[in-house]
């Protein structure tokens, strides 16, 4: 039996609960994701929808569900990083696929001056998205701070510094890929193995950093001989692969914890004359899909599933906005080493 629409040609919200057979008011919690509805009436006003072909207002919908229908994406890091590093090209492509996916629209701002910050806590906090996705990784950075008096729920990546009760974290096994990586090297019978680190005021750096430290059982007198700061970039990883090169002349392998470094460290090694991996073997972290599998040899590397911890941010942002009742908690995404030519 058809139901006639009583606007003309764009069927309304009541002819969607009419031809369900339900109140407007259930139509009207199904269509908003409420969870407070049966599974028989969700079924029967997704068929309603699909049947008339049904699109709610966007307009009016906003003002009763106060909902935009948008999510920040905010990076606190300098724009150059941001556009030069493929690690945050795929954050930033990751997090617009999971979001569309969603039906949500991303907004992307990047906050590394004081100008910036409080340009971001006054679009925050003025009502522009629903939720934010939080990427504040370095030590004495506000913005986790800012964050903490927004009226919107926010989920991070990784660890921000500061107290963690009350926060949604979504991090990566930064310390037992440490350990996979260095244990790979130890596997291969390599018996001094140096580490080019990232910056010690990002938690995911010092996590690999204790990774090898562990692995390698390294007294705490002889870290700062046998590791190096590399800053995450490639030609950080290119100058601390050299340096090391000079203090530790018989190092027969590096647990490097990033691929972008790790292709600068094998620039020092080539230009040392040191041939990879007979001379020495080199590990990286992240398996980048544009880097690891494309360096020269193809790079043996920590996997941490980038699209996959962005989807786990995504997923409980969305039930946060549903006002579900999860738990504040940081969720620890499983890290594997994967096997290339260099180790």
Known sequence: MSVPSHSGSRPTLEDVAAKAGVSRATASRVLNASPRVSPEAHEAVTAAVLALGYQPNQAARALVTRRTGAVAVV?????????????????????????????????????????DLARAERFLAGGHVDGALMFAPHKGDQLPSVARKLPLPVVYAGRPWGPLRGLHLVDHDNEGGGVLATEHLISLGRKRIVSV??????????????????????????????????????????????????????LDAVFVASDLMAAGALDALREAGRRVPQDVAVVGFDDHPMIAPHTTPPLTSVRQDTSNQVKHMVTQLLRLLREEPIRARREVLPTVLVRRDSA
């Open 75 to 115: 990076f606190s890091e300098p724009e150059p990083k941001i556009f030069d590093d493929p690690h945050f090209a795929w954050l930033i492509r990751s997090a617009a696929r999971s979001l569309a996916d969603a039906d949500a629209q991303m907004v992307l701002l990047l906050v590394h001056s004081p100008e």
């Open 197 to 250: 680190t990232g910056p010690l005021d990002e938690h995911s750096a010092m996590d690999r950093l204790a990774g090898w430290q562990t692995a390698t059982r390294a007294a705490e007198q002889d870290v700062a001989r046998l590791t190096e700061d590399g800053g995450f970039t490639r030609e950080g990883g290119k100058r601390a692969m050299a340096a090391l090169l000079d203090r530790v002349p018989d």
